[in-house]
């Protein structure tokens, strides 16, 4: 099953680590730390227009990647719990 998490992009439902609401979640230290060092490390994707309001941390073959969305994160999460098939 894979997840859409805004503009063309589609990730595997398993990849996805957590998901992670932009607004409250930049509050936390460590939060913060991680978004900082995967921007560093050139591992971030943004897929929004004006501000992220959601992140989808996941985790794959090629290590992690952090993918910035415009989506909210209910929106996200409902997505990720329904599955969309890749075929739909």
Do not use: N
Not at 16 to 40: E, F, G, N, P, Y
């Amino acid at each position: 099953m894979y997840v859409h998490i805004g503009q063309d992009f589609i990730v595997p439902t398993k990849s996805i680590v957590c998901i992670i609401d932009m607004d409250t979640s930049t509050w936390s230290k460590h939060t913060r730390a991680l978004v900082q060092r995967l921007a560093r490390e050139g591992r971030t994707v943004e897929l929004f227009d004006d501000l992220p309001r959601a992140g989808v941390l996941c985790a794959g073959e090629l290590g992690e990647h952090l993918y910035l969305s415009g989506l909210s994160s209910a929106a996200l999460q409902k997505r990720a719990e329904q599955g969309v098939s890749a075929f739909a």
